[in-house]
DNA sequence: CAGGGTATCATACAGTCGTACGAGAGAGCA
DNA sequence: TGCTCTCTCGTACGACTGTATGATACCCTG
């Protein structure tokens, strides 16, 4: 049996250990992840976690590649959404840090924008999540468009673009807000996606 | 002679330090930042960071207050602008990574954002820069409605956050994308302002 | 039941870390 | 001149770092 070769999904003992980094970062920030730290959060010897990540840096490219793979996989999940404009609002709603899982994704999420400037080996992780955000919403604006729902002034480039930066600001936000702002990051991004497409309004 | 109290400005020795540390940060990542790295970059000896700074949380800190403080000189210092939609604009612009030195500051209050989520010696600084941040908007806000340009469906309170939100995810593209994506990022800022207040053309 | 690949573990080593500490230089004042 | 306060420096120590390596245990195939 062959994996694809690139970009195949993590699973067994490599996930486990990608999901405890995770966690490691969530809790305790970036620069606690180490070899022993994250086989301490794993329960496993690190010799163990050497096996699975040659290096330190392997881990935290790991972790994050296991993120951007749990957030893809959530966002399949999401129940069907026939309206075009309130589907683009569920899935960027998906990506907002509103409860312990999400805020987890979110940590990771900002942590690897801030790192990605001055750590090359996670620059590719970073444009290609990017990429995928962007291009997502940009599918979404193309089908607005053609049911004459996007407005003016807008194109799907722009409009994703634009949808993507405000989506990544209100992830700051959330990651550091006490739960009571939630409505005020849910209004700002309803607020956002209402100016690039039109909403129904129920 | 007696320092004011609270939040006095740094200077001398000890902003050397903090900027020498902005700039270990900027260049090379958060977790390279120690008592040594940054008195190699700074040209001193790590006992004289260390009397000083006590510890290396400490300079953590100093780094994202003088970041900070620097923000806010800079901003102090903007050619005045009477319309109040345009001179809005000219502060959020001034605050995206358009150049090397704002790069800089924009890596820093990133690194920042993220870091205040897992480290509570941050969240301080971090909550302080953000408050800043969207009471010097909500002013222009209140502002621009005293002229009626606050546009329909928003508050000065709605709009301040969801700029913010929106310049704080523009900054992250700008810390890594590559000068050619500047357009796009003027553009979105532009969108997003134009939006929240009315713009005059020119 | 051999044998070999795969996975797990424990340990070892050199280097860096945070931090504490004391020695000394220089300025200001009696 | 001494005395004190502020600042700078260099070093020391234990803990932890990244990484390499060798010894086991397990499973599969023959």
Chains 1, 2 share one sequence.
Do not use: C
């Amino acid at each position: 049996m062959q994996d694809a070769p690139q970009s195949h999904f993590m699973t067994g003992v490599k996930a486990d250990i990608a999901d405890a980094t995770i966690r490691v970062i969530a809790r305790a920030g970036f620069d606690v992840v180490s070899v022993r730290t994250v086989a301490k959060e794993a329960g496993l010897a690190p010799g163990t976690v050497q096996y699975h990540f040659r290096s330190r840096e392997d881990l935290l490219v790991g972790a994050m590649v296991r993120n951007g793979q749990r957030i893809v996989t959530r966002l399949a999940e999401l129940p069907p959404e026939e309206h075009v404009a309130k589907r683009l609002l569920q899935g960027l709603t998906e990506l907002l840090p509103l409860d312990e899982r999400r805020k987890e994704e979110g940590i990771l999420w900002v942590a690897l924008s801030s790192a990605a400037s001055t750590r090359p080996s996670l620059t590719t992780p970073y444009l290609e999540g990017l990429a995928f955000m962007r291009d997502t919403i940009r599918q979404a604006l193309i089908r607005a468009q053609q049911a004459g729902a996007l407005r003016d002034g807008w194109t799907p480039e722009s409009g994703a673009f634009f949808l993507a930066a405000l989506t990544n600001g209100l992830t700051i936000d959330g990651i550091n807000a006490p739960e009571s702002d939630h409505p005020r990051l849910l209004q700002a991004l309803a607020d956002g996606v209402r100016n690039v497409v039109n909403m129904p309004d129920d």
